[in-house]
């Protein structure tokens, strides 16, 4: 009798997996590179055939949450070259139920279920826990979400924020616009505020060409230049953070997600951050006592998929055995 989940954070750079039961608790997490497929089948595949065959027969549904928008038949990822259609993946692996969810949409419904030492504070200030909240973050792109509670559940909002139009506040941004806008064209908000962001800026006010990684690396080094990247990076985060706090009326708390949020945690401290995500007058007092959250939970995605995994664990029946998995 089915009576698991596979569940799947699909990021641009890197998928997370996982089996989830009624108990809504991910177990036997595995972690792929999307570089070595050639698809979501293929990962997917390969995926199952690195678990025990009876788990696997176990598994009668799936949550995927995918980085790009998910209410439409024919999913593609925002900054990936892979597709499916909902139908055509449900029937291939031979699922009864499949729930297809914007990543950030996962990482908002797993917000409640986090706990104090999944949380890193950015500044000091408190919740209102019957308020709204707000989960957002640099990756491969920018995802955000917001969370609104009614009554006893947590509803999402979805969108593509990483795709509004991004603006300058000072001439230093300014030059960073110029440049993006003659490379890239009409500038949006992960242009700059990304993994591949952060490169950018370094690339234009230190004159070298680096990844990411390497940016952070050298600042760890204690690499002035980096620094100063990682703090112009850290100051459009702030600001793009407070303007979608004071948009969902954030007072139940603002959740800095991603994977390049976590890499930077230690440089939040005396950055322009928090001054940044303030500075957005007349509300500087509303912005002052939103909290801001950077998550620190390894698979953040995995728990809010958990959580939907769970309903849809509860609602399995019996089936015929899966043929293609079998």
């Known amino acids: 009798m089915p009576n698991l989940v596979l569940i799947a954070d699909i990021g641009g750079t890197s998928s997370r997996l996982a089996k989830v039961g009624a108990d809504g608790v991910p177990t036997d997490v595995q972690i792929h590179r999307n570089d070595s497929f050639a698809g979501f089948e293929a990962m997917i595949e390969a995926d199952l055939s690195m678990r025990d065959a009876a788990s696997v027969s176990a598994i009668g549904g799936a949550v995927l949450a995918v980085a790009a928008p998910a209410d439409t038949e024919t999913i593609k990822l925002t900054n990936r070259d892979w597709s499916f259609t909902k139908t055509g993946l449900r029937k291939h692996f031979g699922w009864q139920k499949l729930s297809i969810v914007n990543d950030f949409e996962a990482l908002a419904q797993g917000v409640p279920a986090l706990t104090a030492e999944d949380l890193v504070p950015v500044g000091h200030a408190h919740a209102d826990t019957s308020a709204p909240m707000v989960v957002c973050g640099p990756g491969t792109g920018f995802g955000t979400a917001g969370l609104l509670r009614i009554g006893r559940t947590y509803h999402t909002v979805t969108g593509e924020g990483g795709r509004c139009r991004l603006g300058a506040a000072n001439a230093e941004e300014a030059r960073l616009l110029a440049h993006l806008l003659s490379e890239l064209g009409p500038v949006v908000v992960e242009h700059a505020v990304s993994g591949s962001g952060l490169g950018r800026i370094h690339r234009i006010f230190a004159g070298k060409?680096?990844?990411?990684?390497?940016?952070?690396?050298?600042?760890?080094?204690?690499?002035?230049?980096?620094?100063?990247?990682i703090d112009i990076f850290l100051r459009l985060f702030g600001r793009i953070a407070g303007d979608l706090a004071l948009i969902f009326n954030a007072r139940g708390g603002v959740f800095l997600a991603g994977g390049v949020s976590t890499a930077l945690a230690p440089f939040f401290e005396g950055s322009p951050f928090r001054k940044a995500f303030e500075e957005h007058p007349p509300h500087e007092a509303r912005l002052v006592a939103t909290p801001v959250n950077i998550i620190n939970h390894p698979t953040p995605g995995l728990v809010g998929c958990g959580q939907l995994g769970a309903r849809l664990a509860r609602g399995l029946k019996d089936a015929k055995p899966n043929l293609h998995l079998v």
Not at 209 to 229: K, M
């Open 209 to 229: 060409d680096l990844s990411p990684e390497q940016v952070i690396a050298a600042a760890h080094r204690g690499d002035d230049a980096a620094r100063a990247s």
